[in-house]
């Protein structure tokens, strides 16, 4: 199996995926390759490679999200694919109802506050393990409901919902349904055309390994055809090369929601981080993370965690309560294992580059702590 080896490690213990994941050692050659080496040649069809450089992102990306690359949108980020998705609802008169929940990471609730402008109303679920219930979703399925944002991995409770079962019964229903993948992808089995939501976002940071700023949205041919964009470009267009300012016409799929002028460079790195995922297979990455975390989780007592630990409902991360969260920090700064905090706790995660001896370490220098 892929592992430390493909990637820039720390001389540190990297329990932080979470947050960005490792730079993989191709990213280096793949934008050399696909972004700067076009542009210091100064050629004259630049674009043609830079293009080719984002398609690969959307080759790579595909299978580790279970999707095709022509359904993929590449962005800028999540907050601004979300406000995408939302501005371009095709309107229904009865149906003013967003619905989100309160563990959701904040940026997804700034966005959605926005279509307060135009008349919806936020409906939050309450938070915490019950997410993990397809029940605890109920109210995000009534008639007046246009949209449900269903957080697949939850960054703080690490509870993981059950996605496929909300975007059937959002489908049965007439709602809209975006799932955020951020803390999934690449970590957590993800197959959007076996999960069939309308929608789905994520970014390449975290788990994918693939920097900032390579982000995406993900639509099906069917969904995209309902829905009309406000934040278009002329890379929204038909024929972004006809240069007819009196004639715009939306793309086919996804790419409508594309804009203007894309970034490349993001992209070409990303994909380095992408196509490391994608050999190393998504099934085998997760038995291996749960492996590392149930390892942990056994070598801890029960009461210290403030997130889900429960298998098969929870991601890749941990938040671990501890006496002085300060202390704390400063401890495990001082033993090499790199961390953040979050809660009043410590939170962790495991990805595929991290092994069973550091997992090992992590417990030796955080049970004291506790």
Same mark, same amino acid.
């Given at each position: 199996?892929?592992?430390?080896?493909?990637?820039?490690?720390?001389?540190?213990?990297?329990?932080?995926?979470?947050?960005?994941?490792?730079? =993989?050692?191709?990213?280096?050659?793949?934008?050399?390759?696909?972004?700067?080496?076009?542009?210091?040649?100064?050629?004259?069809?630049?674009?043609?490679?830079?293009?080719?450089?984002?398609?690969?992102?959307?080759?790579?990306?595909?299978?580790v999200i $279970?999707?095709?690359?022509?359904?993929?949108?590449?962005?800028?980020?999540?907050? @601004?694919?979300?406000?995408?998705?939302?501005?371009?609802?095709?309107?229904?008169?009865?149906?003013?109802?967003?619905?989100?929940?309160?563990?959701?990471? =904040?940026?997804?609730?700034?966005?959605?506050?926005?279509?307060?402008?135009?008349?919806?109303?936020?409906?939050?679920? =309450? $938070?915490?393990? /019950?997410?993990?219930? &397809?029940?605890?979703?109920?109210?995000a399925f009534?008639?007046?409901?246009?949209?449900?944002?269903?957080?697949?991995?939850?960054?703080?409770?690490?509870?993981?919902?059950?996605?496929?079962?909300?975007?059937?019964?959002?489908?049965? /229903?007439?709602?809209?349904?975006?799932?955020? &993948?951020?803390?999934?992808? @690449?970590?957590?089995?993800?197959?959007?055309?076996?999960?069939?939501?309308?929608?789905?976002?994520?970014?390449?940071?975290?788990?994918?390994?693939?920097?900032?700023?390579?982000?995406?949205?993900?639509?099906?041919?069917?969904?995209?055809?309902?829905?009309?964009? &406000?934040?278009?470009?002329?890379?929204?267009?038909?024929?972004?090369?006809?240069?007819?300012?009196?004639?715009?016409?939306?793309?086919?799929?996804?790419?409508?929601?594309?804009? @203007?002028?894309?970034?490349?460079? =993001?992209?070409?790195a990303a994909?380095? $981080?992408? @196509?490391?995922?994608? /050999?190393?297979?998504?099934?085998?990455?997760?038995? /291996?993370?749960?492996?590392?975390?149930?390892?942990?989780?056994?070598?801890?007592?029960?009461?210290?965690?403030?997130?889900?630990?429960?298998?098969?409902?929870?991601?890749?991360?941990?938040?671990?309560?501890?006496?002085?969260?300060?202390?704390?920090?400063?401890?495990?700064?001082?033993?090499?294992?790199?961390?953040?905090?979050?809660?009043?706790?410590?939170?962790?995660?495991?990805?595929?580059?991290?092994?069973?001896?550091?997992?090992?370490?992590?417990?030796?220098?955080?049970?004291?702590?506790?």
């Amino acid at each position: 199996m892929i592992g430390r080896d493909a990637f820039f490690a720390p001389e540190a213990r990297y329990f932080l995926s979470h947050s960005v994941g490792l730079m =993989p050692r191709a990213a280096a050659s793949a934008l050399e390759d696909g972004f700067l080496s076009p542009w210091r040649e100064a050629k004259a069809d630049a674009w043609r490679d830079w293009l080719a450089a984002i398609e690969a992102f959307r080759r790579s990306l595909a299978p580790v999200i $279970g999707a095709r690359p022509s359904d993929i949108c590449p962005q800028t980020n999540i907050s @601004g694919a979300l406000s995408k998705i939302l501005f371009s609802l095709p309107e229904r008169a009865r149906r003013k109802k967003i619905a989100l929940t309160e563990d959701d990471f =904040p940026t997804v609730g700034f966005v959605l506050a926005q279509a307060r402008r135009i008349g919806y109303e936020l409906v939050f679920l =309450p $938070g915490g393990a /019950r997410l993990a219930d &397809i029940d605890a979703w109920a109210p995000a399925f009534h008639d007046d409901v246009q949209l449900v944002l269903a957080t697949h991995v939850f960054s703080n409770s690490g509870v993981k919902a059950p996605v496929r079962e909300i975007a059937e019964r959002a489908r049965r /229903r007439g709602v809209f349904s975006v799932l955020d &993948i951020a803390q999934s992808a @690449g970590a957590v089995p993800v197959d959007l055309e076996a999960f069939a939501p309308d929608f789905a976002i994520g970014t390449s940071v975290k788990y994918l390994c693939g920097g900032p700023g390579a982000a995406f949205l993900w639509t099906p041919a069917e969904t995209a055809a309902r829905c009309s964009p &406000i934040d278009v470009g002329w890379f929204s267009h038909a024929d972004p090369f006809e240069f007819d300012i009196h004639n715009f016409r939306y793309a086919e799929g996804a790419a409508r929601y594309w804009g @203007g002028t894309p970034s490349v460079a =993001p992209f070409a790195a990303a994909a380095a $981080g992408a @196509g490391v995922i994608a /050999r190393a297979g998504v099934d085998a990455i997760f038995e /291996r993370n749960q492996a590392l975390f149930t390892r942990f989780v056994d070598a801890m007592p029960a009461a210290r965690f403030r997130s889900h630990t429960k298998q098969g409902e929870r991601g890749s991360s941990v938040i671990v309560a501890v006496r002085s969260p300060a202390e704390a920090s400063d401890a495990l700064a001082r033993a090499r294992i790199l961390h953040d905090m979050r809660q009043g706790g410590v939170r962790l995660s495991f990805h595929l580059y991290n092994t069973e001896e550091e997992v090992d370490a992590l417990i030796e220098a955080i049970a004291p702590l506790t």
